[in-house]
């Protein structure tokens, strides 16, 4: 199975990357620079540098060619302007859902964020990302030849993954370690009865698998 994930240098990336080699995967994540090279093939990853900024719908797809699954983890980052909000957060987002579909790549999970809403108003940065976020989310939505599944989490930390989570529709507001959303994003990327739903994700008392399980069940 290759997995092919855009953002692969970030930091829930890296994790997921992990994850997925370790079960035997093929994976490869897209880089902008070439100095990040090395930490992807330490995690497991096949480093593919491609500015999702400036590259086309072709070239992306060419690179999703064969895959089994894309994984959209990228993300403007903490101290990037409005401006890169919309140009990674919302415009690479759809950039790499068409190039999924041109490429024939049906499962496709995207690492949004809790509060992202089209309707969000509001001028700050976080403002604009939460929108920007949720205007690529309305976009991936409306795509019918993809099986896409939208991961929202809450704050993120960097403390040690539990394994255990609260994955809902709606859990209201919390916190969860970036360790435990990649284990639920590997989780979902092998759980197809997930296509079709936006789902938050916090800190919580269900092992990941079987958190997973329960909303694919519903």
């Known amino acids: 199975m290759r997995i092919v994930i855009a953002g692969g ?5 890296l994790r997921l990357e992990r994850l ?3 079960r035997g995967y093929e994976v490869a994540g897209f880089i902008r ?9 330490e995690a497991g990853a096949e480093p ?3 500015d999702l900024e400036s590259a086309s719908t072709e070239e992306v797809a060419a690179h999703l060619q064969g895959a089994d699954a894309a994984v959209f983890a990228a ?3 903490p ?3 409005a401006s890169r909000k919309e140009t990674v957060d919302r415009d690479a987002a759809i950039l ?4 999924a579909v041109r490429a024939g790549v049906r499962r496709h999970v995207v690492v949004s964020s809790m509060g992202a809403d089209p309707a969000h108003e509001g001028d700050e940065v976080f403002d604009v990302y939460l929108r920007a976020k949720g205007e690529a989310d309305a976009y991936v939505s409306g795509l019918d030849a993809l099986d896409w599944t939208i991961l929202r989490p809450g704050s993120l930390t960097n403390d040690a993954g539990t394994g255990l989570v609260r994955l809902e529709a709606h ?3 919390g916190s969860i370690p970036r360790d435990d959303v990649a284990a639920v994003l590997a989780e979902l990327v092998d759980t197809t009865a997930t296509a079709g739903l936006i789902l938050e994700v916090v800190s919580g008392s269900t092992p990941v698998s079987v958190a997973v399980k329960s909303v694919a069940g519903n």
């Open 9 to 13: 240098h970030g930091q829930i990336a």
């Open 20 to 22: 997925l080699a370790a």
């Open 33 to 41: 620079k070439a100095e990040q090279s090395d930490d992807l093939r």
């Open 48 to 50: 593919v540098l491609l």
């Open 75 to 77: 993300g403007a980052g």
């Open 79 to 81: 101290g990037s302007g």
């Open 96 to 99: 790499f859902a068409d190039a």
């Open 171 to 173: 859990t209201g507001r």
